[in-house]
């Protein structure tokens, strides 16, 4: 009889790789060791990461488990990505004080960008578009307040959520360091349009602050939206001389307000809403509204583009028309007449008709219109005007100022002298 081939006995090997002999309570007898699935031996830690990764490419909010079935890889995957969110846990701060760093540099290119010239102003309406557009979509995906962490979870989401924040973060901060320059020209800094100015820099300052920046305008739409209701407004009231030159600065000062309340209206209130006519005249009530805010505010909020580039006080003036001599402080008995040439830059066009306003001790004295002077530099408009002898007070010394204003009042700048005894 032939014989049964006996199969080769089995070879050692880990006896990890097989399940333990119960006994007949269920539990391994007395002296076999106790085998567990490869994600048991982690830490807390290494569990979370785990978990954490497991979720990506799931739907947000969808919490999963860590997996039982993972290979040496995931789990040296896992350790790699718990080190690195170690990092960043430990270093965080630090990192974005580094990125807070970055935003000033970069807010500091944007300003020497926008100073080689009034042409670039145009480039601000692709970033007007752009911001609205990012801020729109984001609040409407992500929400805001509490509701808006339940909504980034796992890691798309949270992808992202950093990627529209950053772009926004740029946005702002393109925008408002590219402000600062022109406004910085524009204001007056004894006067109350240095306010405004005060504000524009203010809000560039925080934008590069990150905390600031996370959790109160990327966290809150109403703060964001009012934010950028400012941007606008301070933008549309740069960008539309350079569309529209020639424009009356008032004219531009109400189209801005209108197109800013418009933009802040849609960000708010759904397009078909507009249709019925409640929304309909609540929308009309807000531009009207904002356009008499903006009249009223007028002479807080600097004329930009125009700008004075050069001024200069004198007691007689030259065949030429030139001032004999600029002075800054002059005795009284040097005053018969005074004469003021101004050197107005206006890149948006002379779509104002501009005034010459002399000033003592803060008095007006004389207002009136002012002559244009002969070779004025490109791009500028040189103004003169003459205090008369009749319009000196008797008592003249003090301080004296000139300021150009706009048919509107709005002050463009002013030229200081002091009269001593």
């Known amino acids: 009889m032939a014989e049964t081939p006996h199969e080769p006995p089995p ?31 982690l830490s807390p830690e290494l569990q979370v990461a785990a978990a954490e990764l497991a979720q990506v490419g799931e739907e947000a909010g969808v919490p999963a488990d860590v997996p039982k079935d993972m290979s040496v890889g995931d789990i040296a995957t896992v350790k790699r990505f718990a080190k690195i969110r170690s990092f960043f846990a430990k270093h965080g701060h630090l990192l974005w004080w580094l990125h807070s760093a970055y935003a000033m540099t970069f807010g500091a290119f944007v300003m020497m960008y926008a100073a080689e010239g009034y042409d670039r102003a145009r480039w601000m309406v692709v970033l007007l578009c752009a911001g609205w557009l990012v801020i729109v979509m984001f609040f409407r995906h992500f929400g805001q307040g509490r509701g808006q962490k339940d909504r980034v979870t796992d890691a798309k989401s949270k992808l992202r959520f ?10 702002y901060q393109s925008m408002l360091f590219f402000l600062v320059p022109f406004y910085w020209k524009a204001a007056t800094l004894d006067a109350d349009n240095r306010f405004f100015l005060y504000l524009l820099g203010l809000l560039a300052l925080l934008s590069t602050v990150d905390v600031v920046f996370d959790q109160v305008l990327m966290r809150y739409k109403a703060p964001a939206s009012v934010v950028y209701l400012f941007i606008l ?16 600065t008032l004219i531009t000062l109400l189209a801005a307000a209108a197109l800013a309340t418009l933009v802040f209206f849609t960000m708010h209130v759904p397009f078909k809403n507009l249709l019925r006519p409640a929304w309909f005249l609540a929308l009309l009530a807000s531009v009207g509204a904002a356009m008499f805010v903006a009249y009223a505010g007028r002479r807080g909020i600097p004329p930009v583009p125009m700008y004075i580039s050069d001024g200069a006080v004198g007691p007689t003036l030259l065949p030429d028309g030139r001032l004999s001599m600029h002075v800054s402080a002059l005795h009284e008995s040097l005053i018969q007449e005074m004469h003021a040439l101004t050197d107005v830059v206006t890149p948006g066009g002379r779509g104002d008709n501009l ?57 463009v700048g002013r030229v200081e002298f002091e009269v001593i005894k």
């Open 11 to 41: 070879q050692p090997s880990d006896r990890s790789q097989f399940p333990p002999t119960l006994g007949p309570t269920g539990t391994p007898p007395t002296g076999t060791p106790i085998v567990t699935a490869p994600t048991e031996s």
């Open 162 to 171: 950093y990627v529209m924040t950053t772009a926004l973060k740029n946005l």
């Open 233 to 248: 407004f301070a933008c549309l009231n740069l960008v539309l001389p350079a569309i529209f030159p020639d424009t009356r």
């Open 355 to 411: 005034l010459h306003v002399w000033r003592h001790r803060g008095l007006e004295v004389q207002r009136g219109a002012s002559e244009p002077a002969v070779d004025p530099p490109p791009g500028s408009v040189r103004l003169r005007s003459t205090l008369r002898s009749f319009h000196i007070p008797s008592d003249r010394t003090g301080p004296w100022s000139i300021d150009v204003v706009t048919e509107d009042d709005q002050l």
